[in-house]
C-alpha cells in the first residue's frame, strides 16, 4: 500500500465516516423516541399496545447505496487532481465502503442487540433486524453470540453490495452519453417490471434460489459478495479510460 | 549585486537568461564572483563601462540622430543650433 | 531524471488530437507549451497527468511509465483549467487535503501567498470567482514542491497586476526550489522572457521544440518601401507579410547575411510575432 493510496483512503474514509455518523445518530434519535414512546404509553384495559422496530438494516443498507452514488465521482476526481491513480483511487474507494459497511454493521448490531435486551424485559416494544427476521426466526428471544457475528457479517456484506451498486450507477452514467443514459434510466423501471414477467413466461423458477438463499446466511452472504464482485469489475472496465473532468455544470 | 533569483524575479526573465547576462559581464572584466559570498563590481568598472558606451555612442545615437535629421532636411548647422540648446536646457 | 514522451496518439472518433508526439521536459528547465486553441495542449497535458488515457504511445516519468502508477504520478502536478475538488470543500480544507496527499506541501507558502493575492481562505472552492478558483489552483502548483509543475493557463481570468504577480512568484519559487516546469498558455508576450525553452504545438503536432533563444534568432523582421522589400525578400523564407499603403513588412526565416539594402529597417522578431508568423505559415501550406 503505497503512500498515494494511503492518503486516498485516509481521506475517503473519513469523509464517509463523518456522513455515517449522521446517519447513525439520526436512527438512534428514532429508535430511543419509539423506546420512549413505549415505555410511556400505558395500555387501558385489555388492549395491549406493541411496536417493533426492525428496520435498521434496510435504512443502513440505502444509506451506503446514497453514499456509493454521492461519494464515487467527487472522490475520484479529487484523488486524480491530487496525483493518485485511476486504480489507487477507485480501489481505496472500495475499501474505504468496506470499512464503513464493518463500522455500521458493529454499530447497528451493538445498539440492537443492547436494546433488545432492555425491550425484551417490557415486552411492549420489540427490536430485530434483518439477520434475526430471516434466518433466527424472528423469535423473541435474544440473540447469542454466534448469531451476532453472523448477523454483523451478513449486514456487512449486504451494506457492501449497496455501496458497490451505488458506485456502479454512478459510474454507467458518468461514461455514457446522452443519449444511452435515457435508455438505461427508461431500461430500469421496464427491467424491474419486465424481468419477473418474462422468467415466468420464460418458465425460469427462482423458487429454488430463494431457497438456497434463505437455508443458511452463509449463502446469503456468497450471494451479496458475489454480486459485488460482479459490479467491481463492470465498474472498472467503466473507469478505466474515462477522462476525467470536471462536472459540466460547476 | 542581487542575486540572479532577484534579477529574475524583477525583470520576470528565466534565470538562465539572467545568469547569462551576469556571465557576459564577468568575462568583460565588469563583475567578479567571490566564492560563498557573491558577484561583485571591478574596480574601474565604472570607467571601463562609460569608454565602451563612449565608442559606441557615435553608432548608437549619432548616426541614427543625423540619419534622422536628413530625412526631416535639417541642415549641419541647425542640428549644432539644437544640440547646443540641448545642452542649455539639461544644465 | 525527466518525463519522457515517445509516440504519443490521441484519437477521438475522427480527429486526430495528437500525431506521433516526441517530447522530453526536464533538466529543472521551465518549458512554454505554445499554441493556438484545440492545438492539442490540454490533451497533450492531461494525458501526461494520467486523466486521459492515449490511443498509441507512452509518457513516462523518471523511467516510470504513468498509467496507474502512483509513484510516478506523485512526481507530477497539474494546474489544470478546471476545479476537480469537492463542492463543499473550502479553500482551506483543500490546502489540508493537499498537505495530506503531498507530505512535500509547504502550507506556510500556501498561506502566505492566499493572503498576498486576497484569496479568502474560508471560501467554498466552487464559489470562487474564474480569477480566484485559477489563483487557488495556481497556490496549489507553487506549494506542492513536486519535480514537475505543469500550468495549464494558469492565469484565465486573472487581472493584470494579479498575472504579473504570479509571474515574480514563479520566478521566486524557481530559484528557491528548483523543478521542471511546463506552462502552456496563449498569453505569449507575457511569459516570453520566463521560457527557456519553446515547444509550438500545431493541429496535434510539434512543429518546433528548442531553447527560445534560438527560435528568436531563427527569424527577423524587415520592412520598408513594397517595393523594396519585394525585391529582398526573392529567393528568401518568407513566414508572413503586411502591407500598410506602400509600406511592406516581412517576417523571414534565418538570419541577414551582410547588411541590408538602404531604406529597409531590420528588427528582431520577439516570441509572440515569431508564433504568429509561423503560424501563418502553416496556415498558408
Known amino acids: ?250 | 549585486m542581487p542575486s540572479i533569483t532577484e534579477f529574475s524575479v524583477n525583470f520576470k526573465i528565466n534565470p538562465a537568461t539572467a545568469l547569462k547576462g551576469i556571465n557576459l559581464l564577468v568575462d568583460a572584466g565588469l563583475l567578479y564572483k567571490k566564492r560563498g559570498l557573491g558577484m561583485f563590481v571591478s574596480t574601474g568598472a565604472r570607467e571601463k563601462l562609460l569608454l565602451q558606451r563612449r565608442e559606441s555612442f557615435y553608432h548608437d545615437y549619432v548616426e541614427k540622430l543625423v540619419q534622422e535629421a536628413s530625412h526631416l532636411g535639417l541642415t549641419p548647422d541647425e542640428l549644432t543650433k539644437m544640440l547646443k540648446r540641448g545642452f542649455e536646457d539639461v544644465n | 531524471m525527466s518525463i519522457e514522451i515517445k509516440d504519443l496518439t490521441k484519437v477521438y472518433g475522427d480527429t486526430v488530437a495528437l500525431d506521433h508526439v516526441f517530447l522530453t521536459f526536464g533538466g529543472d528547465q521551465i518549458y512554454g507549451l505554445l499554441g493556438n486553441n484545440g492545438a492539442g495542449k490540454t490533451t497533450l497535458l492531461s494525458i501526461i497527468a494520467d486523466r486521459q488515457s492515449a490511443t498509441e504511445g507512452t509518457v513516462s516519468v523518471d523511467g516510470e511509465p504513468v498509467r496507474n502508477n502512483d509513484s510516478a504520478l506523485s512526481r507530477v502536478f497539474m494546474v489544470g483549467e478546471q476545479n476537480l475538488f469537492p463542492d463543499s470543500m473550502k479553500v482551506r480544507k483543500g490546502f489540508d487535503t493537499a498537505q495530506l496527499f503531498y507530505p512535500g506541501f509547504d502550507r506556510a507558502y500556501a498561506e502566505a501567498a492566499a493572503q498576498k493575492f486576497g484569496l479568502n481562505t474560508k471560501k467554498k472552492i466552487t464559489s470562487l470567482s474564474t480569477g480566484y478558483a485559477s489563483i487557488f489552483r495556481l497556490i496549489l502548483g507553487l506549494s506542492v514542491n513536486t519535480p514537475y509543475v505543469i500550468f495549464d493557463e494558469p492565469v484565465l481570468g486573472l487581472d493584470a497586476q494579479h498575472r504579473d504577480m504570479f509571474y515574480r512568484m514563479l520566478m521566486e519559487r524557481y530559484g528557491a526550489h528548483p523543478a521542471t516546469v511546463v506552462l502552456s498558455t496563449h498569453l505569449i508576450a507575457e511569459v516570453a522572457g520566463l521560457i527557456g525553452h519553446t515547444v509550438i504545438i500545431r493541429a496535434g503536432r510539434i512543429i518546433k521544440d528548442a531553447p527560445t533563444e534560438t527560435l528568436t534568432a531563427e527569424a527577423y523582421s524587415v520592412s520598408g518601401p513594397a517595393g523594396k522589400v519585394d525585391e529582398y525578400l526573392v529567393g528568401k523564407n518568407v513566414l508572413s507579410v503586411s502591407t500598410l499603403g506602400g509600406l511592406k513588412t516581412a517576417s523571414v526565416q534565418g538570419q541577414p547575411e551582410g547588411g541590408l539594402p538602404d531604406g529597409l529597417e531590420l528588427s528582431p522578431l520577439n516570441l509572440q510575432d515569431y508564433f504568429i508568423s509561423l503560424m501563418e505559415e502553416e496556415d498558408n501550406q
Open chain 1, 1 to 250: 500500500m503505497n503512500r498515494g493510496f494511503r492518503s486516498a483512503f485516509r481521506y475517503q474514509v473519513t469523509d464517509l465516516l463523518k456522513n455515517a455518523t449522521i446517519f447513525f445518530a439520526v436512527m438512534v434519535a428514532i429508535v430511543a423516541a419509539l423506546i420512549i414512546g413505549a415505555l410511556s404509553i400505558r395500555s387501558s384495559g385489555n388492549i395491549e399496545i406493541h411496536s417493533s422496530f426492525n428496520g435498521l438494516g434496510l435504512a443502513s443498507a440505502i444509506c451506503q447505496f446514497v453514499f456509493g452514488i454521492s461519494v464515487s465521482r467527487s472522490n475520484l476526481r479529487l484523488c486524480t487532481q491530487l496525483g493518485v491513480s485511476r486504480r489507487s483511487a477507485f480501489f481505496s474507494l472500495l475499501l474505504s465502503g468496506l470499512a464503513v459497511s464493518v463500522i455500521l454493521a458493529v454499530a447497528g448490531e451493538a445498539l440492537i442487540g443492547s436494546l433488545q435486551l432492555i425491550s425484551f424485559a417490557h415486552g411492549r416494544l420489540t427490536l430485530s433486524d434483518l439477520y434475526q427476521m430471516i434466518y433466527a426466526g424472528a423469535s423473541s428471544e435474544a440473540l447469542s453470540f454466534t448469531q451476532h457475528l453472523n448477523s454483523v457479517l451478513m449486514i456487512t456484506c449486504l451494506l457492501l453490495c449497496c455501496f458497490s451498486f451505488g458506485v456502479f450507477f454512478t459510474l454507467l452514467f458518468w461514461r455514457l452519453n446522452k443519449a444511452l443514459r435515457i435508455v438505461v434510466a427508461i431500461a430500469i423501471p421496464l427491467a424491474i417490471n419486465g424481468v419477473p414477467v418474462l422468467l415466468y413466461r420464460l418458465g425460469i423458477n427462482l423458487k429454488p434460489l430463494f431457497i438456497w438463499l434463505s437455508s443458511s446466511v452463509y449463502h446469503l452472504d456468497l450471494f451479496f459478495l458475489l454480486l459485488t464482485l460482479v459490479f467491481i469489475a463492470i465498474e472498472w472496465l467503466l473507469l478505466r479510460h474515462t477522462n476525467i473532468k470536471a462536472p459540466a455544470f460547476a
